[in-house]
């Protein structure tokens, strides 16, 4: 996509999209908290002990649902009145959440659950908007470092989650509610020093082509598989991860472990993706990313020992960060600034659509199969992406986007 950068110095630039990367910290430290406590305070309250999970499920759902109207509201009134319309529905959440654990009301807490899926939804945008805000040199940089957010979230949300759990001596985690809800007040702060220039009239004023001719274009359809299937398939096998160290005996602390390594893979790398795909080229680094995904299930095929387990998923969060990265900066090369609300919100509904039922099926799964299994289903996803960037690959030529 040429465009024009909207700021006039590359300080500004980094400037703003550091913004944008300090509230994807704070935003993705909101998700690790609920992550975290939901599960347990859902089991702690719920009338019938199998609905212990439905408020995480809602928060899902809600963000799926709300990903292509969040995209179009924020096409009318802006990136930024956006971005604080869903700090706000964060706040209004965090205190609905505070106050239904005050009265141990579960379903009361489950439509504070609801209201912060639908504050998520907007999160899935800092990265556009860092695109916007980025000319084309710098603009895969920007985006990976929106991402690697993630490393602050890694850090600070286990913390927190752990330090606020006694802070008013409550078995239902109040503590980590009122975190979050601090966590949204800094973010709309933050937010508030955010400056996304709309978009000039005469680009509003172009004549933006059907969607069905947008999605038919080979480089949509690969960057949209490769973003599904790198994000479906990594909650698929790092949600079971546990069940299957647990099932063969290793213990918590060497599980937490685990995870860490994963999420180092997933969000160490940004603050060098962009640069390795400006330097390599996006599709190698989507394929990339494919390779390392592969790797994972073939340890993970393999072995059950702890080394197994950890260099797999750190493998998984290797390959997830370029795929994802790659594939999202491909798809920036797809629309037009007239388009690319459209656009991006399809994209993410796909997405997200597809990680709600991987996030489902997981845990069934490996419970009415085994880990070997849930493997097996996972790869040839993963082979049919490598196979269809190829194509790409070859069929793409450096010309600038066709207009129609």
Known sequence: MASTPPFTTTQTIKTQVGLLALCQALAMTTNTLLITTAALIGYALAPDKALATAPLALRQVATMAAT?????????????????????????GAALGIYSLAIAYFWLFALAMTLLGLANSFVGYYRFAAADIADDAF?????????AGGIIAAILGPWL???????????????????????????SLLLLALQIPAIAPTQLQAIARPLATIIRQPRFLVATLGSTVSYGIM???????????????????????????????????????????????????????????????????????????????LLLGLGWNFMYVGSTTLLTETYHPSEKAKVQAIHDFVVFSFVALTTFLSGRIFHRFDWDVLNQMSWPLVLATFGVVLWLQRLRTPRPLERS
Request: with cysteine; net charge positive.
């Open 235 to 313: 909650v698929f096998v790092m949600t079971a991860t546990p069940l299957a160290m647990a099932a063969e005996s290793h213990s918590f602390s060497q599980t937490a472990s685990v995870i860490q390594w994963h999420v180092f893979g997933m969000f160490g790398p940004s603050f060098v993706t962009g640069w390795l795909i400006k330097r390599f080229g996006v599709l190698n680094i989507v394929l990339t990313g494919s390779v390392l995904t592969l790797g994972c299930m073939g340890l993970n095929l393999v072995g059950v020992s702890f080394w197994h387990f950890a260099i797999a998923l």
């Open 139 to 147: 603009r895969p940089q920007a985006i990976s470092w929106v991402i």
């Open 161 to 187: 989650a752990t330090g606020s759990k006694d802070w008013f001596n409550s078995e239902l985690y109040i503590g980590a509610f009122v975190a979050v809800l601090g966590l949204q007040i800094i973010t």
């Open 68 to 92: 292509i109207p969040v995209s179009l509201l924020m096409q009318r009134i802006g990136r930024r009145a956006g971005f604080l319309l869903g700090t706000l529905l964060g706040i209004v």
